[in-house]
């Protein structure tokens, strides 16, 4: 397994434990604030994974894609770093 791949993995968990930890603090009626940090700390681990990923997918898929005579990928491949970016800026 690659470092990229390693890195998003265990971002992806760590958001995954927060995760249950909020529901369970959210159960237990704990203090807004706090369970509003946590959220937080989830939000900040999956844009740093997304960041990760897409960082990997530039790298290898976008990279191949423009290197290749097919403009219709090429084409296809921008469309979708577009379509993730706009949802992300959300």
Do not use: P, W
């Not at 390693?6 to 237990?28: H, N, V, Y």
Request: proline share 0%.
């Amino acid at each position: 397994m690659n470092t990229e791949k390693q890195k998003t993995l265990t971002g992806f968990r760590k958001a995954q434990s927060l995760l249950k930890k909020i529901i369970d603090m959210a159960e237990k009626d704990s203090y807004c604030i706090d369970i509003m940090q946590q959220n937080l700390a989830v939000i900040g681990l999956l844009r740093a994974a997304n960041q990760t990923l897409m960082q990997g997918h530039l790298n290898s898929c976008f990279r191949s894609a423009m290197a290749a005579k097919n403009e219709k990928r090429k084409t296809e491949m921008i469309e979708e770093i577009l379509s993730v970016t706009k949802i992300f800026n959300r």
